[in-house]
């Protein structure tokens, strides 16, 4: 590196340094006020949201919903994520099937260098939903089988046969089959058209 | 503005709760009951232009109402999704009867 650089870097370093004793000095200084600090680390309704940066990206609880929470300007994930430009679903949720079918990202398979990776399984069971109108779901096996193994959902979860489980959308919406994971871990329940994708023949 | 002027006419008709039971038949292949709707809460916090007649034709029955219709985005699906009213998931706040059969 030439002289001239380091000059500049170290000026920098001085410029930072500065900075950061200042904000320092002044939130101890509004403490010693007596000024009420308006985060609380400790309260949970009071976290703390950073950016990759470790900068502060929002506050609140994250047990909201996330409406409510994305209203508020927060999400689930980090505010870093939320603008990389990831796909979103119309909850502002990062759309993480879409990342993987558009092979925009490419996760390990395992921390276990020497297990063998299952090629995802591409079978699409179609669900028939209960009722004269409602569309039928589509449940794919693909997006699933890519981010779990089969003994996540074999048998504790859905025995392994088309038609062989007594689902129900009442019973989903109480946190049994597919609510096991929607609406916890992968995309809301909320999105009804996610899941019911085949619309019913004769009766619309 | 028609609406402005005009004064409160269901508020004072007083169409209190609602039952729609027209897809009973299809319902209780789902498990659920009649969906009881409280006009007069709704009329309470939201302008009758808001669902009058972009949603909902002001008239008993005249709405060809649906589940189906409700998860693509009409009658009220076009609120209870979410983001501007509770979700569609939570059955029993609309539905009574849930889980009654299956």
């Known amino acids: ?204 | 503005m028609i609406l402005a002027i005009s004064p409160k006419p269901a508020a004072a008709a007083g169409l209190g709760e609602m039952t729609f039971d027209n897809k009973i038949e299809s319902m209780k292949k789902a498990g659920v009951g009649p969906v009881i709707f409280s006009h007069t809460t709704h009329e309470n916090t939201i302008k009758c232009a808001e669902c009058h007649p972009d949603i909902f034709i002001e008239k008993r029955g005249a709405n060809d109402m649906s589940m189906k219709k409700n998860m693509d985005g009409e009658h009220c699906g076009a609120c209870h999704d979410s983001t501007v009213a509770f979700p569609m998931y939570q059955c029993s706040k609309c539905h009574t009867q849930v889980g009654a059969a299956k």
């Open chain 1, 1 to 204: 590196m030439k002289p001239t650089t380091y000059k500049y870097l170290i000026f920098l370093f001085c410029v930072t340094a500065i900075v950061a004793f200042t904000t320092t000095w002044q939130i101890k200084e509004a403490q010693a006020a007596g000024a009420k600090p308006t985060l609380d680390p400790s309260d949970p309704k009071s976290s703390l949201y950073l950016d990759s940066r470790g900068k502060l990206a929002g506050t609140g609880s994250s047990s909201k919903p996330v409406s409510e929470a994305f209203k508020a300007g927060q999400g689930w994930h980090p505010q870093a994520l939320q603008s990389e430009g990831l796909p979103k679903d119309r909850y502002g949720l990062v759309d993480w099937a879409k990342l993987v079918n558009d092979g925009s990202i490419e996760p390990l398979h395992s921390l276990d260098e020497d297990e063998d990776e299952l090629p995802p399984l591409d079978v699409d069971v179609v669900i028939h939903s209960k009722g004269d109108y409602v569309k039928d779901v589509k449940y794919p096996h693909q997006i699933h089988t890519y981010w779990l193994s089969c003994e996540n959902c074999h048998p504790a979860i859905f025995e392994m046969g088309a038609g062989a489980n007594p689902i129900s959308m009442v019973e989903i919406a109480e946190g049994k089959w597919c609510g096991r994971c929607h609406g916890k871990v992968a995309f809301p329940l909320a999105d009804c058209n996610r899941c019911h994708t085949i619309p019913k023949k004769a009766k619309r």
